[in-house]
């Protein structure tokens, strides 16, 4: 039996390039280790509760018919229409730093008039950055790493003001500590600024069952608890994969979205310098069940990215969990036409991936998760109002479980600090999408499927 | 397939790629460009759905062709004529 290509992971990207493939006649295998599809973006029930793993915000917000927004030009490359997802847009979201707070919604103009109000004398220049973001192209085919930082100081002189659009640009893309490729800085700040957040009403789960059903529908064979043991090569030629349990299936291509050295470790032979192009950032995240909504508390935030100094720090801290900044998200603060079932804030830190995964001891990990937890939502007091005496049900996850169930090395939530944005490796018939491509976020993940299988399978 | 038959097959391919736009005003005599902001991706599509449906490829260098309505039908009659219409 042969493939036409066969597809490691999934999530989102490995879905969208699969249904591509399908769609085209192809005969997809997708291949999932886990139980159910999702990666890093999934979902799981636990004490009668639904909850989303990944997913704060679907970024890239764009209205129906915007035709060349990225969420637009996705849905017409997998033939799906505008109200499949059902997005609903965010209320408001904010940055907050010490005496400091920029708000933002998915019209841009506000967080514009924002950082004129609040840094006047850097009005002009962040309007003529504004200005060469718009004029940039990010996926120009340029060489070689360029610093966001650099380009960003041209143009703003107040290091708050530059932190505090750092702050949820870095948060929510980069592999890298505290600065990252302008070409992502470009795409980031366009996707979360510029276009904004949605979510539809039943989280992931909605976006998810569409492309499984789509991927299906078209013909595409997925295959859960089907981990893959090894890539098999011959001569420089990738041509199948070994599977754990033994079984062997050819593809005449594969695309692996197992990450950048995820996939090294499944070829016989590395190409890259493990530890160098090993991710470093990960998170923790308290997940908290409330038995009001948080706006009968007083918190209409959908995103609040924060940082208790001026100075903010974006990198594996040397504690556990990072107090000094964090984002607290409430899926319930969208413009849902009906309130969600459950009352729920998430609040998320960086953490220091090694304490998390040298924790032998269960109950020891237990315990660990419990007080960091609580320390996470302790600091986030005074930005959101004290709702801990609200909570009815709580989960946190750490790089340990990020790394359990979606193979990230160190629970690296953005992957590899080295993106192989051509899709290519030195194995002829192997390619690479999804997080270590470098399209990040929902939307990014489900472009990088489509464009590595428009760039590569579809030949 | 006739002319006719040939647009309406174009037409629901361009519905496909596009759902959400409106193509009752669209301009036979205009690029497909112009009135829907097609891009490269999306132009590869028409080129890959044709060849999904009927099994015709179309090389690189007749991609001009497909600029317009009125240029793709001429373009395709010849290729398309003796394949019955799926309507």
């Known amino acids: 039996m042969q493939y036409d290509t066969i597809i490691i992971g999934a999530g989102l990207s490995g879905l969208a390039a699969g249904i591509r493939l399908a769609y085209y006649d192809q005969k997809v295998c997708l291949l999932e280790r886990h139980t159910t599809i999702g990666g890093l973006n999934s979902f799981y029930r636990l004490r009668h509760r639904d909850y989303d793993v990944g997913l704060h915000a679907v970024t890239n917000y764009a209205e129906k018919g915007d035709r060349s927004k990225p969420l637009n030009k996705l849905l017409r490359q997998l033939r799906l229409s505008w109200d499949d997802f059902a997005l609903c847009p965010q209320i408001e979201s904010s940055v907050v730093f010490p005496d400091c707070t920029l708000r933002m919604t998915n019209d841009f103009e506000l967080l514009r008039s924002q950082v004129a109000e609040c840094f006047p004398d850097q009005a002009d220049g962040f309007n003529r950055l504004v200005q060469s973001i718009d004029e940039f192209n990010p996926f120009a085919d340029t060489e070689g790493y360029l610093s966001a930082r650099e380009h960003i100081r041209k143009f703003l002189t107040d290091p708050l003001l530059e932190n505090m659009l750092f702050c949820p640009i870095l948060f929510y893309s980069s592999a890298t500590p505290n600065d990252l490729d302008l070409r992502q800085f470009v795409i980031i700040f366009r996707s979360i600024l510029q276009e904004g957040f949605s979510r539809p009403q039943e989280g992931i789960r909605r976006i998810l069952r569409v492309l499984v059903k789509k991927f299906r529908g078209e013909g595409g064979e997925l295959k859960l608890r089907t981990g893959v043991n090894r890539i098999l090569e011959k001569n420089g030629t990738a041509y199948g994969v070994e599977l754990d349990n033994g079984e062997v299936l050819e593809g005449k291509r594969i695309l692996s979205s197992a990450g950048l050295v995820e996939t090294q470790r499944l070829c016989e032979k590395p190409f890259v310098e493990e530890k160098a192009a090993t991710g470093d950032i990960s998170f923790v995240e308290s997940i908290s069940t409330l038995d009001c909504s948080p706006a009968d508390l007083g918190h209409h935030g959908t995103v609040v990215f924060f940082s208790n100094q001026t100075d903010f720090c974006y990198e594996r801290p040397s504690t556990p969990v990072d107090l000094r900044s964090g984002i607290i998200c409430s899926p319930n603060n969208y413009q849902f036409e009906e309130p969600l079932e459950d009352n729920k804030i998430n609040i998320t830190a960086l953490a220091d991936h090694q304490y998390w995964l040298n924790i032998d001891d269960e109950e020891q990990y237990q315990q660990a998760k419990q007080e960091h937890a609580t320390a996470m939502i302790e600091n986030a007091i005074g930005i959101v109002p004290d709702f801990q005496n609200h909570i009815i049900d709580q989960d946190i996850f750490t790089p340990r479980t990020i790394k359990k169930f979606t193979g990230h090395l160190n629970g690296a939530v953005y992957g590899s600090p080295t993106k192989q944005l051509s899709g290519t490796t030195p194995l002829d018939n192997l390619y690479l999408c999804g997080t270590d491509q470098g399209f990040l976020g929902i939307i990014g993940a489900m472009l990088s499927g489509i464009s590595m299988a428009n760039a590569h399978c579809l030949k | ?87």
């Open chain 2, 1 to 87: 397939m006739n002319e006719e038959q040939i647009r309406l097959v174009i037409l629901d391919i361009l519905d496909k790629i596009a759902p959400d736009e409106d193509l009752s005003d669209l301009d036979d005599s205009q690029p497909f460009r112009d009135q829907m902001e097609l891009d490269s991706m999306d132009f590869l599509d028409i080129v890959m759905e044709l060849r999904k449906r009927y099994r015709v490829q179309i090389p690189e260098e007749d991609y001009p062709n497909l600029v317009t309505m009125d240029s793709t039908v001429t373009y395709l009659h010849p290729l398309l004529k003796d394949v019955e219409s799926p309507a």
